[in-house]
T-cell receptor, first 113, second 116 residues
Framework: DTGVSQNPRHKITKRGQNVTFRCDPI?????LYWYRQTLGQGPEFLTY????????KSRLLSDRFSAERPKGSFSTLEIQRTEQGDSAMYLC???????????FGDGTRLSIL | AQTVTQSQPEMSVQEAETVTLSCTYD???????LFWYKQPPSRQMILVIR??????QNATENRFSVNFQKAAKSFSLKISDSQLGDTAMYFC?????????????FGTGTRLKVLA
């Protein structure tokens, strides 16, 4: 069990640029979640994958956001035309069983200049 | 919609003392799970303890225990014999199965500082 891995740990970019984050879940976990955590707030749900299928997207996920999980393994979260309000910590979590706790990665901290 | 409220933004406790963190939630569901997660500074969030709503017995994990009051919709975390390593943000989370996604709804967190 190597844990949930997220890359990069930090991303600084100019407003208007596109960014992509990667999440590698625990290998046997088929459920994968993305959350966003802004300063002073708890994580907020963004989207959920079961294997390769994206089964739910939050209203927080505007059309500038897209997430994929090809082959049901790693996942990517892309933000197009970044805005100041996108600055946050993006957390990935995985679990193998619906009733088991989610395991979280270290997160990717995005800063928009 | 479910909501989770943590009314204590910050708390501090002396090393070896006991501290209780509060969490309340709002739901019309009868079957659900509650969690406490710990997020140390610049480190990943890890599970502290979880409680299934259908279990009346309060969950315990070593120095960590909960006081689960289902009727009052309260889920507090007690940390006994506090240690410096307990310094972290603590998040209370709610999950309702079978919701399909089993996503978590988090509170805003309590920043706990353990003082030497």
């Amino acid at each position: 069990d190597t844990g949930v891995s997220q890359n990069p740990r930090h991303k600084i970019t100019k407003r208007g640029q596109n960014v992509t984050f990667r999440c590698d879940p625990i290998s046997e976990h088929n459920r994968l979640y993305w959350y966003r955590q802004t300063l002073g707030q708890g994580p907020e749900f963004l989207t959920y994958f079961q294997n390769e299928a994206q089964l739910e997207k939050s209203r927080l996920l505007s059309d500038r956001f897209s997430a994929e999980r090809p082959k049901g393994s790693f996942s990517t979260l892309e933000i197009q035309r970044t805005e100041q309000g996108d600055s946050a910590m993006y957390l990935c979590a995985s679990t193998g069983d619906s009733n088991q706790p989610q395991h979280f990665g270290d997160g990717t901290r995005l800063s928009i200049l | 919609a479910q909501t989770v409220t943590q009314s204590q933004p910050e708390m501090s406790v002396q090393e070896a003392e006991t501290v209780t963190l509060s969490c309340t939630y709002d739901t019309s569901e009868n079957n659900y799970y509650l969690f406490w997660y710990k997020q140390p500074p610049s480190r990943q969030m890890i599970l502290v303890i979880r409680q299934e709503a259908y279990k009346q017995q309060n969950a315990t994990e070593n120095r960590f225990s909960v006081n689960f009051q289902k009727a009052a919709k309260s889920f507090s975390l007690k940390i006994s014999d506090s240690q410096l390593g307990d310094t972290a943000m603590y998040f209370c989370a709610f999950m309702k199965p079978p919701s399909g996604t089993y996503k978590y709804i988090f509170g805003t967190g309590t920043r706990l500082k353990v003082l030497a």
